[in-house]
């Protein structure tokens, strides 16, 4: 990955803060800040876009599908664009925020954000595709670069501000998702529905706005007056450091295990009986309690020096769950649905929180990120598809869920590796 495994500083946000000393005076100028409150409140507003935007989809696809006149086969890329785009937008998020500053590239991508929410209901199939690229590609920017942004200003309460975002992740998915039909209902077709969350892009990027002139200004006054001692040194290369694999390779396993659920646990309900209304409840009854575990897990992980007892216990309940499915899963349904939510919301908040915890500064949080979700989102796109061919092939899901029993065990063994008390480059 050349990207954000470069040996040079491709990942840094704002790089010289870190990497270059300077007099006190123009240090003070390079790192003015807006005010916390809207510093927190961007990074709310950013969380909350992370996910609302796909997850509004999955209730609507039936009728897009029908609009567009596209096959099962098609309509499945109105879901593995982003995935992929989310993982190839990864390589190019350290670059952009290095060229412009953070807050640029979030405001930039929140801006992309709403174009491309737009561009899907746009009348040829071909734009509903293009959509749904930028849409991923501009997700993608703003998950690569918010575990920087924390390191950076929030460095002794990482952990805390780790489990409030992925929070607000969730929350903006499962209201997304509950109210995708309401707001179909209420506007009048699917259009009117996707589009909603456009609103919601261009308010987070109207809050980012004055924090991307405050640090592009402060930047700018102190390049002017800045001395560098030395030259920026590179950072620690990933690509040779066992614990960063380790990292990418756990984000990547337990975003393989939630897209695997979110694309197939309601098909798996209804095809066992249960009807669809009720399939839909549950489904998003697991997503709801996903922010359970998403805020508890960070911040018990921010008080422990090793997280590999978290990175177990989280791997153990979405296998109870998977397992759960295979035995009894119309029975148990809102059981297993209790256990994988908190399962999968406690494994996206480790694996965001690790990014930060193994990394010495914002620079290498920054890179591991890239790298981490780079692969982590390019593995998940191949889950559901993966799965689903092995579903049809064996006509049952017994063979398919055994398979995510298997990935359940290994991301348990990576958790072991990557829940470590160390740090890159040490």
């Given at each position: 990955m050349s990207g954000p495994d470069s040996t040079s500083p491709t990942g840094l946000i704002d790089a010289e803060d870190d990497l270059i000393p300077a007099p006190p005076v123009a240090a003070a100028r390079r790192r003015l800040r807006a005010h916390p409150a809207l510093l927190l409140a961007g990074i709310v507003l950013a969380a909350v876009n992370m996910r609302a935007a796909l997850a509004g989809v999955s209730p609507l696809l039936n009728e897009m599908a029908r609009h567009f006149h596209l096959a099962a086969t098609a309509s499945s890329l109105v879901t593995t664009i982003p995935l992929v785009f989310m993982g190839l937008g990864s390589l190019l998020a350290p670059r952009l925020a290095r060229r412009w500053g953070t807050?640029?590239?979030?405001?930039?991508?929140?801006?992309a954000l709403c174009g491309g929410i737009v561009l899907r209901i746009a009348p040829p199939v071909a734009?509903?595709?293009?959509?749904?690229?930028v849409v991923g590609g501009s997700i993608a920017l703003l998950n690569v670069l918010m575990p920087g942004l924390i390191k950076r200003d929030f460095p002794d309460r990482a952990a805390a501000m780790t489990a409030l975002y992925s929070t607000a992740m969730i929350l903006g998915a499962t209201v997304s998702a509950a109210s995708a039909v309401p707001l179909e209902n209420a506007l009048g077709s699917w259009q009117g529905s996707l589009v909603s969350w456009a609103l919601l892009a261009a308010v987070a990027a109207l809050?980012?706005?004055?924090?991307a002139v405050i640090a592009r200004r402060g930047t700018r006054h102190g390049a002017a007056a800045a001395t560098p001692a030395h030259p920026a040194a590179s950072g620690p290369r990933l690509s040779r450091s066992p614990l960063a694999w380790q990292v990418t390779l756990f984000m990547g396993s337990q975003s393989l295990i939630a897209y695997v659920i979110i694309a197939w646990m309601p098909t798996i309900f209804t095809d066992h009986g249960m009807g669809k209304s009720e399939a839909g409840l549950v489904f998003a009854f697991s997503t709801l309690v996903q922010m359970a575990g998403s805020f508890v897990v960070p911040t018990l992980a921010g008080r422990m020096r090793r997280q590999r007892l978290l990175g177990v216990a989280v791997s153990a309940l979405m296998a109870c769950g998977v397992a759960g499915l295979l035995v009894a899963p119309v029975a148990g349904a809102w059981l297993w649905a209790a256990i994988l939510g908190v399962g999968q919301g406690g494994a996206l908040g480790l694996a965001l929180t690790m990014m930060v915890l193994r990394s010495g500064d914002a620079h290498t949080a920054a890179r591991l990120s890239g790298m981490s979700q780079t692969g982590g989102?390019?593995?998940?796109?191949v889950g559901p598809l993966a799965l689903g061919a092995v579903h049809q092939a064996t006509a049952g899901w017994t063979v398919p869920l055994l398979l995510l029993l298997a990935v359940c065990a290994g991301l348990a063994?990576?958790?072991l590796g990557a829940g470590r008390d160390r740090r890159i480059g040490e």
């Open positions: 807050e640029a590239a979030l405001c930039g991508a929140l801006v734009a509903l595709f293009a959509g749904c690229a809050v980012w706005l004055p924090q989102y390019l593995l998940a796109a063994l990576l958790a």
